[in-house]
């Protein structure tokens, strides 16, 4: 019961701040509305300030609603190194392969300082989560930053469509919030830590899902990254050794399969995942 009063309340208040964000930055964005604006897959224009939205939204439920540091700090790194690639990022490089490659031959992507920023931030976030739990070792301190460093890029490789990416988090914070934590003992407020970090960044999703769908904004670098971190750090607050070596077992899968497969087109070509993808949008 206190992790589900954890999560919910979390949410509301992540709901309640992103939906107050948003309408803030777009009634006064920072360095004017063109400074934010992207031509979408349809070629319609929409605002990118829905991203620093969400990450206001989700980093405020989650410092609220006792997640801890580690979570808070995971957000607003990975909303801070996105919004370095909305702004000043370039398209001539993308996928780790291809900002790799552009490393190799001197030049320094805005996309390589996100890699490597969201490794650092990661590193840290978890070993602020394990601080708190006590009794991990050093290699899950590891893991688990790449675990989180992982989950933000996935989040952000679903960001091609209306609504798939705050989808994804809304389904992923729920199951998280819900599911049987196992938390170090002694660990401060246990299960609720995670819960709350879980249901914040569900709740930031669900303020904001209504327009994302309706094509008018999307999370850009700066939502989708934050989103992804904030889901990977109440992963390692609701796991143990185990759970956080199969996500990044997947996490790393999925990273490598997407520099060959397309998810949009396996998505469109499975008839129950087509279906849920475009449910709601316009």
């Not at 830590?193 to 904001?208: E, F, K, P, Q, R």
Request: charge should be positive; include cysteine.
């Amino acid at each position: 019961m206190r992790t589900l009063v954890a999560a919910v309340a979390a949410g509301a208040a992540s709901a309640t701040v992103s939906v107050i964000a948003s309408r803030a930055l777009i009634a006064h964005p920072p360095g004017g509305a063109a400074t934010w604006n992207r031509t979408n897959h349809a070629g319609r224009t929409v605002t990118l300030l829905e991203g620093p939205a969400y990450a206001a939204g989700a980093a405020c439920g989650a410092a609220v609603l006792g997640a801890g540091p580690g979570p808070v700090l995971a957000t607003a790194a990975a909303a801070g190194l996105g919004a370095l690639d909305d702004l000043v990022g370039s398209t001539s490089s993308k996928g780790f392969k291809g900002h790799l490659s552009a490393l190799s031959r001197g030049e320094v992507t805005t996309g390589a300082v996100k890699i490597v920023g969201l490794g650092g931030s990661g590193l840290l976030a978890a070993a602020l989560v394990d601080r708190r739990r006590g009794g991990v070792g050093v290699v899950d301190t590891l893991v688990g930053g790449a675990v989180v460093a992982g989950a933000a890029n996935f989040v952000n490789l679903l960001d091609l469509r209306p609504g798939r990416a705050l989808k994804a988090t809304l389904a992923l914070g729920v199951l998280l919030a819900s599911a049987p934590g196992s938390e170090a003992a002694g660990a401060p407020r246990g299960a609720s830590a995670g819960a709350a970090a879980a249901g914040a960044a569900a709740g930031a999703a669900v303020g904001l899902l209504r327009a994302d769908l309706a094509g008018e904004s999307m999370l850009g670098d700066t939502g989708a990254n934050a989103a992804g971190a904030l889901l990977g750090t109440a992963l390692l607050q609701r796991t143990g050794r185990r759970g956080r070596v199969a996500a990044l077992v997947v996490l790393a899968g999925l990273t490598l399969a997407s520099e060959k497969v397309s998810f949009t087109r396996v998505i469109e070509s499975t008839p129950v995942l087509r279906e849920l993808d475009a449910l709601g949008r316009r």
